[in-house]
């Protein structure tokens, strides 16, 4: 009995170990393939998002183009100035576009200052947080 309880402590400890226990993926590659692709288009969204921020964040007239973008909830002209700013449109299908304002953006059609703009990727389902910063 000893010798059944210690085989089988040492196999649950292989298996742990090893990555093999609850957490094990199907032959052929099943679930795994697929996170590895979420993953894989995940960091590409965010590298794209990165370089569109940066691209926008030193170009006042860019800032300006989103920012009154955001403020009418245009999705295509937020599109546009993503495009524009080093996205593509494939990085964009699909994706929920969201809108945040900080700072006291004034009246409705008046855009002051625009101290930056932070533009932040996540997935599953994609989306993107577009702040603008007043």
């Known amino acids: 009995m000893m010798k059944t309880v210690g085989v089988c402590a040492l196999?649950?400890?292989l298996l742990g170990f090893t990555g093999l226990g609850a957490h094990a993926q199907p032959a052929g590659g099943g679930y795994g393939a697929a996170a590895h692709s979420d993953q894989v288009d995940r960091a590409r969204l965010q590298r794209?998002?990165?370089?569109?921020?940066?691209?926008?964040n030193r170009s006042a007239?860019?800032?300006?183009?989103?920012?009154?973008?955001?403020?009418?909830?245009?999705?295509?002209q937020v599109?546009?100035?993503?495009?524009?700013?080093g996205m593509t449109a494939g990085?964009?299908?699909?994706v929920d576009l969201r809108y945040?304002?900080?700072g006291a953006p004034g009246h409705p059609g008046e855009l002051?200052?625009?101290?930056?703009?932070?533009?932040?990727?996540?997935?599953c389902p994609p989306w993107l947080t577009i702040t603008i910063y007043f």
């Open 112 to 123: 002051r200052s625009i101290k930056r703009v932070t533009i932040r990727a996540g997935c």
């Open 91 to 94: 990085d964009l299908k699909g």
């Open 11 to 13: 196999s649950l400890a």
């Open 61 to 76: 007239p860019e800032k300006r183009a989103l920012a009154e973008a955001v403020r009418s909830k245009n999705n295509e």
């Open 100 to 102: 945040q304002e900080t």
């Open 48 to 56: 794209t998002t990165a370089t569109a921020e940066a691209r926008i």
């Open 79 to 85: 599109r546009a100035v993503l495009i524009r700013n």
